[in-house]
């Protein structure tokens, strides 16, 4: 497994942007196909955006189409979720998780077994 670390989360207002990191303590991230999940007080973890090892193919939920873009540098052992025209209802701890490969394209929570601690993003109105 790979330890993930996410960074960037704050509070913003309606309208407004932040970028969100995840990083790897593995030796490669490679391998891996990463994505991000959120999770609102009261509510089950939702599919955000994944992207596999390439960077080839991007997967994005449909509440956040057209205003996050999930990117990877595999040399930084990074991957980032930028969010633009930010709304209320994104507010969430943000969690980025790592899988093999093999799973790419999944959206499911229960098939990535490497985690981080999460991000809060808090959006203002």
């Known amino acids: 497994q790979v330890q993930l670390a996410e960074s960037g989360g704050g509070l913003v207002q309606a309208g407004g942007s932040l970028r969100l990191s995840c990083a790897a303590s593995?030796?490669?991230?490679?391998?891996?196909?990463v994505g991000w999940f959120r999770q609102a007080p009261g509510k089950e973890r939702e599919f955000v955006a994944a992207i596999t090892w390439t960077g080839s193919r991007t997967y994005y939920g449909n509440s956040v189409k057209g205003r996050f873009t999930v990117s990877r540098d595999n040399a930084k052992n990074t991957v980032d979720l930028q969010m633009n025209s930010l709304r209320p209802d994104d507010t969430a701890v943000y969690y980025c998780?790592?899988?093999?490969?093999?799973?790419?394209?999944?959206?499911?929570?229960?098939?990535?077994?490497?985690w981080g601690q999460g991000t809060q993003v808090t959006v203002s109105s």
């Open positions: 998780a790592a899988t093999s490969e093999y799973a790419r394209g999944s959206v499911v929570p229960a098939d990535f077994g490497s």
């Open positions: 593995a030796r490669t991230f490679s391998p891996y196909y």
